[in-house]
Each structure stands twice: as structure tokens, then as C-alpha cells.
């Protein structure tokens, strides 16, 4: 994976406490349930579906710089309420992350898995 031209340097942390704060700043977190939240991360991964659901596979990798940018709106979204789901679950999720890579790694063995997309079910 190539990294974006602007990369930014925000870390995670810093994201996290500029979400926190523009939540708090309107008071927004007594709507932030978990299931508030799982429901409207939800809704916006089905708005960046959205811009794939009718052109083919090689068109979805070739996005003009518009739909780039709107893919890219929804796809902060989505990652705005999952950051709020691991902040008012508690979870830490580049610990988490860490911990379901490792699991993923036992479970899809290089070995076994190079170049398939077959569920590890299916090798097991």
C-alpha cells in the first residue's frame, strides 16, 4: 500500500483528543452510546459503498480526484465513530489491532494462505 501524497502527521493520540474535544465542545456525548455509534458507523460505511456499488472492479481503482475526495469524507466518518466506539468502550485500539493481527497471523499461516482468499475454516 502506497501512502497518500498530503500524509499527515497527526498521530492517533492527537486525533483522538481533537474528536474528544469538538464531542464535547457541542455536547454530543450523551447521544454516544456504543449502539448509537456502532449504527452510525454503520450508516457511513454504507455511504462509501455507495460510490463502488455500480461501476466495476477496475474503475474502483481508478477514482477520479471528486469521487476521491467524497470516498474519502465518508471513509473519515466511519473512522470518526469507530475512534468514539473504542473511546466510550474503553478499548484501546492499536492495542486491539495488535492482539487480532497476531490472532490472524495463527490462523492464515503464510504457508497456507499465500495468494488465496479461502476462509481459514477451510484449512484448518
Not at 466518518?77 to 497476531?102: P, S, W
Request: with cysteine; hydrophobic share 40%; charged share 30%.
Amino acid at each position: 500500500m502506497t501512502e497518500p501524497e498530503n500524509q499527515t502527521t497527526d498521530s492517533l493520540l492527537t486525533l483522538r483528543r481533537r474528536i474528544n474535544a469538538f464531542v464535547e465542545a457541542r455536547d454530543w456525548a450523551q447521544f454516544h452510546s456504543p449502539k448509537n455509534l456502532a449504527m452510525a458507523m454503520i450508516v457511513e460505511a454504507a455511504e462509501v459503498v455507495e460510490h463502488f456499488q455500480w461501476i466495476t472492479e477496475q474503475e474502483s481503482r481508478q477514482l477520479d480526484e471528486a469521487t476521491k475526495e467524497k470516498v474519502g469524507h465518508e471513509l473519515a466518518d466511519t473512522f470518526v465513530y469507530l475512534m468514539r466506539i473504542a473511546e466510550v468502550c474503553g478499548i484501546d485500539l492499536i492495542a486491539a489491532t495488535n492482539a487480532k493481527i497476531d490472532l490472524n497471523a495463527q490462523k492464515y499461516p503464510v504457508e497456507k494462505c499465500k495468494g488465496s482468499n479461502d476462509k481459514y475454516t477451510k484449512y484448518q
